[in-house]
Structure formats: structure tokens, C-alpha cells
């Protein structure tokens, strides 16, 4: 499903964000990714994600080199992944409903379609209760839950989730994890970038272990 093949990251052409990263993900599995802050996690989901392209090496997806997308196929490309952020990044003048409908908006489905799917959606996180509400109204735990139905209401084939525990307590954080283990029981490739190192080792995961951008160690590999 990925691949990384001898991949370094550089910016500004001396800073290394990330340096000679090879592995290879399965289709439908379940990944953590931990390290240090600034040991390169988020550089490494943003190459999944195509926002930004390796210095050297290649990343494969479903064995494509996502480096060589013309412009043109890089959204329908992002249109396969979801992605969940600490922040939840949601609209505060837009309802719960239109905050997980917004993908659906933008890729111009059919009405009907896509309140169906948002309901969907809002009914695997335990949310379908609270469509009309503002995320203000919502506890941090709730505002996570409405950004991982956003990430899902597309029902795409990756997940990627940068910190998605960091601001929440110990329940909430398992709670929220045990979302992502739900979708990956039904196919979803899940990558998850965390320092809540006690939650991952509890949840018995693949872990990949970075340190200053170099891959130090891949526990529980297949």
C-alpha cells in the first residue's frame, strides 16, 4: 500500500528533516509512528499526503510513485486519504453537519448522497445526535470525533493522524483510538503520528520509531 524507498527530506537544501527511510505499510494496516518532537513524523505524512515531495527516494502508493502526479490527479489522489489533525481545524460558524459535509461539497456530490454519508459518518463517532450543534458546543473529545468523520465521510482507503490524542485525557485518548481501530477492522490502512507512548503500547501495534529523521526501530513488523 506504501512503500518508502531510500526516502530523505531536506529543506532550505541543508536542514534534514528526514534521511534514508525505507519500509513498506500494508494494505488495511495499523500503524503508530513515534519519536521525538522534530524527529520528522509530520514531514513523513506530509510526503503520504503529496504536500510535499521527497529530496531523494521515492514513496510508492498502491506502487505509484506519488512524486511523478501531474498537478492535475494530485486531488483526486488526497480525495484516498483522510486526515486528523490535534487542532480538528473545524469551521466554529458552521454546524457539526456541515463541518463533516464539507469534502462532499467541495468534490460536488449530490445533495441527498451526501447527507446520507455524513450521517453515516456522524453515527460510527457516536455524533449523529448532535448535527445541529456548533463545534463550540462540543467538548475537545466531541470536536476530535467530528474531525475523524470529516477525515472518513469519503470512505478513503488511508487514514493519516498527526497527534490526534495530544490535547485530550487519558480516556478520551483511548476512546478516540479505538475509533481509528474500528475503521481499521473494516480495511482502512491507519497511520497514526503519537507520543502517548503507554496508549500505543497498550494497543499492541506496528510501531515505527524515528529519531533526528532516521528510522531507529519497526516493532512488531509483519
Not at 486519504?81 to 467541495?106: A, M
Not at 469519503?154 to 478520551?172: F, H, I, S, V, W
Amino acid at each position: 500500500m506504501i512503500a518508502f524507498e531510500h526516502v530523505g527530506k531536506r529543506y532550505g537544501g541543508r536542514f534534514e528533516a528526514l534521511a534514508n527511510l525505507d519500509f513498506r505499510i500494508e494494505r488495511g494496516e495499523m500503524v503508530f509512528l513515534t519519536g521525538h518532537s522534530g524527529a520528522g513524523k509530520s514531514s513523513l505524512l506530509r510526503l503520504i499526503m503529496r504536500l510535499e515531495t521527497p529530496s531523494r527516494g521515492r514513496v510508492l502508493v498502491a506502487g505509484h510513485d506519488i512524486a511523478k502526479l501531474h498537478a492535475g490527479q494530485v486531488p483526486f489522489y488526497r480525495r484516498q486519504i483522510g486526515v486528523v489533525f490535534q487542532d480538528h481545524q473545524l469551521l466554529f460558524d458552521r454546524n457539526i453537519f456541515h463541518n463533516v459535509s464539507l469534502p462532499l461539497e467541495i468534490q460536488g456530490v449530490e445533495p441527498r448522497e451526501a447527507a446520507r454519508r455524513v450521517r453515516a459518518a456522524l453515527d460510527k463517532v457516536g455524533l449523529l445526535h448532535r448535527e445541529k450543534a456548533l463545534p463550540i458546543e462540543l467538548s475537545g473529545g466531541e470536536q476530535q470525533r467530528v474531525g475523524i468523520a470529516r477525515a472518513v465521510v469519503n470512505k478513503p482507503a488511508m487514514l493519516l493522524a498527526d497527534e490526534p490524542t495530544g490535547n485530550l485525557d487519558p480516556q478520551l485518548s483511548a476512546d478516540i483510538m479505538g475509533l481509528f481501530e474500528d475503521f481499521n477492522r473494516i480495511g482502512t490502512t491507519v497511520m497514526i503520528a503519537s507520543h502517548d507512548l503507554a496508549l500505543i503500547a497498550r494497543l499492541r501495534h506496528r510501531i515505527l520509531r524515528l529519531r533526528d529523521g532516521r528510522l531507529v526501530a519497526d516493532e512488531g513488523a509483519a
